[in-house]
């Protein structure tokens, strides 16, 4: 079966398709695409000659691999189909099924015979031994779920018929989020079951596996409560206090325990504050955004939309998919939405707002603090559909439009 290609991922794997002394760890939450990538890559391997004798592919979550639990039915595993003569590409889906995997995965880099490709669906697979063992041996790749530009180009792939104007596609998106498989489904409720299932299946299989979770009820609270309050400005402090204000009986170490397990299983994502003057990253209050917008409706009945935090998130999970980091952004006594920085230390800030249109007040609220910016790094408003405007530099750009089009910042 031919497979969208995702090139915004493809493109920084492919310098490594051969190397013997890194590992490629491809991580990610469960069903954003992570085995349809690694498959894209077995294909431009055999498409650039590479025969397929000398391609080996182990999906641990499939039949006859599921038995395969230990380091050493690994090894058997991969020896047993590892025969070929020359290079050899390794491709193991879901390797966290095996307990103690990383010595077996290093024995297998060591021999320098193989081209290793590994995906987790949590961050437990860099937590532990194979981060110690393997410090400068590995590389990690974090995958997400589709972007925008992503969500057109994989209509258009499939052949769906409604590919419909960039708005109107923007704001299905917004609703309907960006689990590539999803996106065959055609009933909005279908897709909100397949999604809902999805965290169950998050919560059995990358959480419940490696964690002690005492009292499951507290955690679904804990879970809904940073589900229903994605973009919020917040802290440990300020969740602990609205729990308990709820009736909710839960200590600041299991609080803080309990948001570290979504944000290994990859639901969540953290966003730090960082001060431009000291140029570091600021403790206390910070935002937590969604792995997919489709979480927070898949949870709840409401299918309004509060733009403000949406807008963010989107936002936010584009920068992180394009290769950005991204924090809150302090400047002076003003905070602008997100600082970004590339892969070469470069800059760029970025405001994100429904609209600037609504008054000048609105507007001047949203300009001011990157006007406030001394520097020359590029500085953006973005909003959903306003015409466009030109103020001291600042570039302002739709959304759908500026995500359609794959651009950067």
């Known amino acids: ?43 431009e391997l055999i498409s650039s000659g590479v025969k397929e004798s000398n391609i080996v592919y182990i999906n641990l979550d499939k039949r006859g691999f599921r038995s395969v639990k230990t380091p050493d039915q690994l090894e058997n595993t991969i020896d047993g189909l ?34 290793i490709f590994i995906t987790g669906s949590n961050s437990y697979l860099l937590s532990g031994e194979l981060a110690t063992k393997l410090t400068g041996r590995y590389l990690e790749f974090e995958v997400f779920p589709l972007t925008f530009d992503e969500y057109i180009g994989m209509k258009g792939f499939l052949g769906c018929t409604e ?8 704001e299905k998106y917004l609703i309907e989020g960006g689990f590539p498989k999803a996106l065959s489904l055609t009933d909005l409720e279908d897709k909100r079951e397949y999604v809902r299932g999805l965290i169950s299946e998050i919560f059995e299989k990358d959480i419940r596996r490696r964690v002690k979770v005492r009292n499951i009820s507290v955690f679904n609270i804990v879970q809904n409560y940073i589900i229903n309050n994605f973009g919020s400005t917040t802290s440990l402090s300020n969740i602990l206090s609205d729990l308990h204000k709820n009736g909710s009986d839960i200590t600041r170490e299991t609080l803080n ?5 979504l944000l290994d299983a990859k639901i969540l994502y953290r966003c730090d504050r960082f001060d431009l003057k000291s140029r570091k990253s600021l ?5 937590y955004y969604l792995a997919d917008l489709s979480v927070y409706f898949s949870t709840n009945t409401d299918n309004r ?42 800059y760029s800030y970025v405001q994100v707002a429904m609209t ?11 300009y001011a603090p990157l006007e406030s910016i001394r520097d020359n790094y590029p500085k953006y408003v973005i909003t959903k559909n306003d015409f466009i405007q ?15 089009e794959s651009r950067l910042f």
């Open 1 to 43: 079966m031919k497979l969208y290609p995702r090139e915004t991922y493809l493109k920084r794997i492919r310098g490594f398709y051969h190397d013997t002394g890194l590992i490629k760890v491809i991580t990610g939450i469960r069903r954003c695409g992570k085995s349809c990538l690694m498959q894209s890559i077995v294909d």
């Open 82 to 115: 590892c025969t070929a003569e020359g290079l050899k590409y390794l491709f193991i889906d879901e390797i966290q099924n095996v307990e103690n995997f990383e010595e077996v995965i290093n024995a297998f880099r060591e021999d320098e015979e193989y081209s």
């Open 356 to 366: 600037i249109l609504s008054s000048l007040e609105t507007e001047n609220r949203e």
């Open 163 to 170: 590919v419909l104007d960039t708005e109107t596609e923007f």
């Open 390 to 404: 030109k103020r001291n530099g600042i570039i302002h750009v739709n959304i759908g439009q500026f995500m359609k």
């Open 305 to 346: 939309i509060n733009y403000g935090p949406a807008l963010e998130n989107v936002v936010y999970i584009y920068a992180r998919a394009k290769g950005y980091s991204a924090s809150v952004c302090r400047a002076g006594k003003t905070e602008c939405d997100f600082i970004l920085r590339d892969r070469e230390l470069q």
């Open 283 to 287: 403790g206390g209050e910070q935002k």
């Open 257 to 261: 325990r309990y948001i570290q397990i």
